[in-house]
């Protein structure tokens, strides 16, 4: 293998989904589980859509311990891999060695729920990549992470939960990583709440081209 061979980023993405039974519990005030069923599907959709449109990755991985997940998965393009794993965490990390032993050299860990995902986003995320070692995409009232790009995959360990922005931002301190914080509406709003769901209607969704279901 040549240098030149050598120096080349294989880019992967990585999105983890929780089962459909448990999705989006906090909108159980205002949504049947069906409907939370059917919103959680729609944004996975749009999100792998989006990243299949950037043209980034060499390939584009959910994993999740719901088999009708992972068969949606499969229909929109995207590889499958049940969760080993029980946490998010640990579930995330045995996903990541998997990328990492496939020879992927760059990996982004993305939310499912991100309705307002733009190719923008996404590129500009890899670009950043190019020149940084994580890069850290933080939710709307910026505490926690809806994106992490690390190269290689696990250079720091998966801190997701509550304060995860400031979490990763520290392993990568201490390891003396170059890290970078990218926002963007678009990696920004996550639905967890109704008043995510207002805030999303906010947002002009035909010039977004977001996804959109009839109870939204």
Same mark, same amino acid.
Do not use: C, F, K
């Given at each position: 293998m040549s240098i030149q061979q050598q120096k080349i980023v294989k880019f992967a993405a990585l999105v983890p989904v929780k089962s459909l039974d448990q999705a989006k519990s906090r909108l159980a005030a205002h949504l049947q589980p069906e409907q939370r069923a059917t919103l959680m599907l729609d944004m996975l959709r749009h999100v792998l859509l989006t990243l299949r449109d950037s043209h980034a990755f060499d390939h584009i991985s959910v994993v999740?311990?719901?088999?009708?997940?992972?068969? &949606?998965?499969? /229909?929109? *393009?995207?590889? #499958? @891999? !049940?969760?080993?794993? $029980?946490?998010?965490?640990?579930?995330?990390?045995?996903?990541?060695? &998997?990328?990492? /032993?496939? *020879?992927?050299? #760059? @990996? !982004?860990?993305?939310? $499912?729920?991100?309705p307002l995902l733009q190719v923008e986003d996404v590129c500009n995320l890899v670009e950043i990549a190019h020149q940084h070692d994580v890069i850290i995409a933080p939710s709307q009232d910026g505490t926690g992470t809806n994106a992490l790009l690390t190269r290689p995959p696990l250079v720091l360990p998966y801190r997701f939960g509550i304060n995860s922005r400031y979490h990763h931002q520290y392993e990568a301190e201490q390891r003396q990583l170059r890290y970078y914080c990218y926002s963007s509406i678009g990696l920004a709003l996550d639905i967890d709440t109704i008043e995510d769901i207002n805030a999303f209607q906010t947002y002009d969704e035909q010039d977004l081209a977001c996804c959109t279901s009839s109870y939204l």
């Open positions: 999740s311990s719901d088999q009708d997940v992972l068969r &949606y998965a499969q /229909q929109w *393009g995207a590889q #499958a @891999l !049940l969760e080993e794993q $029980a946490g998010h965490n640990p579930a995330l990390t045995a996903a990541a060695t &998997y990328e990492y /032993q496939h *020879g992927t050299t #760059a @990996l !982004l860990t993305i939310s $499912a729920d991100l």
